[in-house]
């Protein structure tokens, strides 16, 4: 099992290849076929993965560039194993429920070497290959939003596509002097995470490069006050593109924050706390409120999910095991979430061709089945216990609430804010009398829109009420984490010491 890993990187990229010469009447079942032996090859890594090693496992290496230190390194934690299982399930998910007319070969060819890329970001341990694999995922993504979306589409890829390259070039900066500095350090060049973890930096150095990552990471979570290309990009992307942006691409910059700047530049983490707490604060209560205000679905959704993202941004930065380990498993089920609400919210438009809430009401006189799969969808949504964003909150606000009780309580009110403006758009669309002649005749989900949605629907409930085999491996590593964090405190704390005894002595 050493090279699964690379196996699950390149796997969908070759078969997208081969796709090419595969007749576009057949390209589904090919599409679904390919995505399903993704998901399976990604279930056996979470088989053979041990949940009692808190490092790296499934490590592969190779040369790329030798002389400056840029090589091929692969390797899962208990943080990157469940992230990289998502990306195969709701990619799978996603070609089963393509709703998706036109120029369906190229769609899902697209979807394939995004799928390459998303599982290259989660399992690269060498930063350079971290980062062109973070950047490939903008070119089938730009394509996805500007070829499949709606009349806004073009403007729409193209402020999605300045907003998140401008943010990681930043990043870059930040990263080619961390290897310059880990060259300083040691006398040679690396650009082997792992490797970098060893080095413990001054702290005005740290917080310079938390900066750097920080534009990189806050751009695609989005962070508030860069959030303002997301809700464009969903209202115009195909719902194929909502899926897959909602679910994972999202979730790679809040990963970035784990894996990188809390180990890192711990120190420059902990000074930056305060700010993040801001910020995702904001998020939570700002985004909500503008969440309530919308008419379109699809946009309501969207600034729900930046609303959910800023509960993340609060788990992370409680630097505790609960927050943390709560954020993670809240990036799993808000993905699986989101996606699904985006999917529902695609089965109305492609029925009726709008998204526009007025437009509907009483869908559940023809429509219980779909009804029915949307509630319980929407309840995960909203935090509602035994379902998987029940979990995820509450342990996140948990962690947060030992870091600032006060502040937990404020950030609690998301859940509130978050009941109003779904509820409300639930009762609008499906109570009420059917009223509209277009509705009366939509027809009610089956075939592969059931099987894509019940899909969801059963792990929802599933992670809800049984999180433990997801939790245990993830504490583990998060254990671990924290652990790696304090030390390097400790250890910055004896440097600062030594260096101001030693300026006292020459003083004297």
């Not at 711990?266 to 998020?283: E, K, N, R």
Request: with cysteine; aromatic share 14%; net charge neutral.
């Amino acid at each position: 099992m050493e090279n699964i890993l690379s196996m699950l990187i390149f796997f969908p990229a070759v078969a997208a290849t081969v796709a090419f010469l595969i007749d576009k009447n057949s390209m589904r079942q090919f599409g679904v076929v390919v995505t399903a032996v993704e998901f399976v090859l990604s279930l056996l890594l979470w088989y053979y993965f041990d949940p009692s090693v808190a490092g790296m496992q499934f490590v592969q290496q190779l040369p790329l560039i030798p002389s400056y230190g840029v090589n091929y390194v692969v390797g899962v934690d208990g943080v990157s194993l469940f992230l990289v299982v998502m990306i195969t399930l709701m990619t799978m998910i996603a070609i089963i429920g393509l709703t998706e007319k036109k120029n369906t070969k190229n769609l899902i060819i697209t979807m394939l070497y995004l799928e390459m890329t998303m599982v290259g970001v989660f399992v690269s341990l060498d930063v350079i290959m971290f980062y062109v694999f973070w950047e490939l995922t903008l070119i089938p993504m730009f394509y996805i939003v500007g070829f499949w979306g709606a009349e806004k589409r073009f403007y729409a890829a193209i402020k999605f596509f300045l907003y998140t390259f401008i943010g990681s070039l930043i990043m870059l900066i930040g990263i080619l002097y961390c290897g310059y500095v880990f060259h300083q350090t040691s006398g040679i060049w690396s650009f082997n995470l792992l490797d970098w973890y060893s080095v413990i930096l001054p702290v005005d150095l740290q917080l310079w490069l938390f900066i750097a990552f920080f534009f990189g990471f806050a751009v695609k979570v989005p962070m508030f006050p860069f959030h303002t290309w997301l809700p464009l990009t969903h209202g115009q992307a195909p719902t194929i593109g909502s899926i897959v942006l909602a679910a994972v691409l999202l979730k790679m910059e809040t990963y970035g924050f784990i894996r990188f700047s809390l180990p890192l530049f711990p120190d420059a983490s902990v000074y930056f706390t305060g700010f993040m707490t801001v910020l995702g604060l904001i998020a939570i209560i700002y985004t909500a409120m503008i969440a309530y205000a919308q008419e379109d679905m699809k946009q309501m959704i969207a600034y729900s999910s930046i609303s959910h993202m800023g509960v993340i941004i609060l788990g992370v930065f409680a630097l505790n095991i609960e927050g943390i380990s709560g954020a993670v498993y809240l990036m799993i089920g808000h993905g699986i979430v989101s996606g699904g609400l985006f999917m529902l919210v695609g089965v109305l438009y492609d029925r009726r061709k709008t998204k526009m809430i007025k437009e509907f009401g009483g869908l559940a006189h023809n429509m219980p089945v779909f009804a029915t799969v949307y509630a319980v969808v929407l309840m995960a949504s909203v935090g509602l216990p035994l379902t998987v964003g029940f979990i995820g909150e509450f342990l996140s606000l948990l962690g947060f609430f030992k870091a600032s009780p006060i502040l937990a309580f404020i950030a609690s009110l998301t859940i509130v804010l978050s009941v109003i403006y779904m509820l409300s758009m639930y009762k609008r669309t499906f109570f009420g009398k059917l009223v509209k002649e277009e509705n009366k005749g939509l027809k009610d989900i089956h075939g592969r829109e059931l099987v894509a949605l019940g899909s969801i629907v059963a792990l929802v409930v599933a992670m809800g009420i049984y999180p433990k085999p997801i939790l245990d491996p993830l504490n583990t590593t998060v254990t671990n984490l924290t652990k790696v964090m304090e030390v390097k405190a400790v250890e910055q704390e004896t440097k600062d010491r030594l260096r101001q005894l030693n300026t006292v002595g020459e003083v004297k």
